[in-house]
């Protein structure tokens, strides 16, 4: 388990934030997952920025052999449409 019990994904873009989400380090009975409560993009953010945010998450997971739980209604809602997340993707609805 990693030392770490919180992780920041930040997004800049022209030296601007553009998309932030904080990730904590829980335990579920299935073991540690990072909980991804929120997800923060600017209005106006270039397009693809959901994508990057994805993307370090994907990193994050990989590194640290660890799933993530999206409790953001929009990233549940990104998941679903990226079947390729499913190996990432803590607590999954069965339906």
Same mark, same amino acid.
């Given at each position: ?6 992780? *920041?994904? !930040? /997004?800049? $873009? +022209?030296?601007?934030? =553009? ?6 380090? /829980? !335990?579920?009975?299935?073991?540690? =997952?990072? $909980? ?5 993009? $600017? #209005?106006?953010?270039? !397009?693809? &920025?959901? +994508?990057? *945010?994805m993307?370090q998450v ?5 590194? &640290?052999?660890?799933k =993530?739980?999206?409790? +953001? #209604?929009? *990233?549940? $809602? ?7 997340? &499913?190996? /990432?993707?803590a ?5």
């Amino acid at each position: 388990m990693p030392e770490e019990r919180e992780k *920041v994904i !930040e /997004i800049k $873009a +022209d030296g601007q934030l =553009v998309a932030k989400s904080p990730l904590l380090l /829980i !335990e579920r009975k299935s073991g540690p =997952v990072w $909980a991804m409560n929120q997800l923060f993009i $600017a #209005p106006g953010a270039p !397009e693809g &920025t959901f +994508d990057q *945010v994805m993307k370090q998450v994907e990193k994050l997971c990989q590194e &640290t052999g660890l799933k =993530v739980w999206p409790l +953001d #209604p929009q *990233v549940i $809602a990104y998941c679903q449409k990226h079947g390729e997340l &499913t190996k /990432i993707w803590a607590g999954k609805p069965t339906n």
